[in-house]
């Protein structure tokens, strides 16, 4: 591995996995993505690998999603049955119904204002964000505040309702 490129694999690993684990709610997949991000990184050797690591993990963990979606409208479709629902243990409940308010808040965001809070909270800088969204650096700050705003006011109402940026 090249110096610089070993060099972001230890500052960014735990912040990739971070964002891409909000993104598929399943850490070991997390992992596995952010592994196969930096892989693909080797090959292709970006000029700005912290960079380019977010924007690819990003396309991947959503390839995977779409993949995962059609996987199990097929097994659906052979089984002839809805999908089997697995009943949470007694100790897990209160944890899961959390991650689930918080994913359900984070869908009712718009695409932009989710993408910049993710990026934000995986420790990009402002510059970094703005050259991955296409946003201008001062653009940033005023999309991250409004992304948090509205991120808290759609996880206090439980996610429900009309879309957190028409709210």
Do not use: C
């Not at 060099?7 to 971070?18: D, H, I, M, P, S």
């Not at 993710?118 to 964000?129: H, K, V």
Request: net charge neutral; proline share 5%; hydrophobic share 40%.
């Amino acid at each position: 591995m090249p110096d610089d490129l070993a060099e972001v694999y230890r500052t960014t690993y735990q912040a990739l996995v971070r964002f891409l684990y909000r993104k598929v709610w399943d850490p070991d997949r997390a992992e596995d993505l952010a592994q196969e991000a930096f892989a693909r990184a080797l090959v292709h050797k970006p000029d700005n690998a912290r960079g380019w690591l977010f924007v690819v993990a990003a396309n991947m963990a959503r390839d995977d999603a779409r993949r995962a979606a059609r996987e199990r409208h097929h097994l659906t479709l052979l089984k002839s049955e809805p999908p089997p629902t697995a009943t949470p243990s007694d100790a897990g409940v209160h944890e899961e119904d959390e991650r689930s308010r918080v994913r359900a808040a984070l869908e009712q965001l718009t695409p932009r204002d989710r993408e910049v809070l993710l990026l934000w909270d995986a420790d990009l800088s402002y510059d970094e964000i703005a050259a991955q969204t296409g946003l201008s650096r001062a653009a940033i700050g005023t999309t991250l505040a409004r992304a948090r705003r509205r991120l808290v006011e759609a996880h206090e109402s439980g996610g429900k309702g009309q879309h957190a940026a028409r709210g």
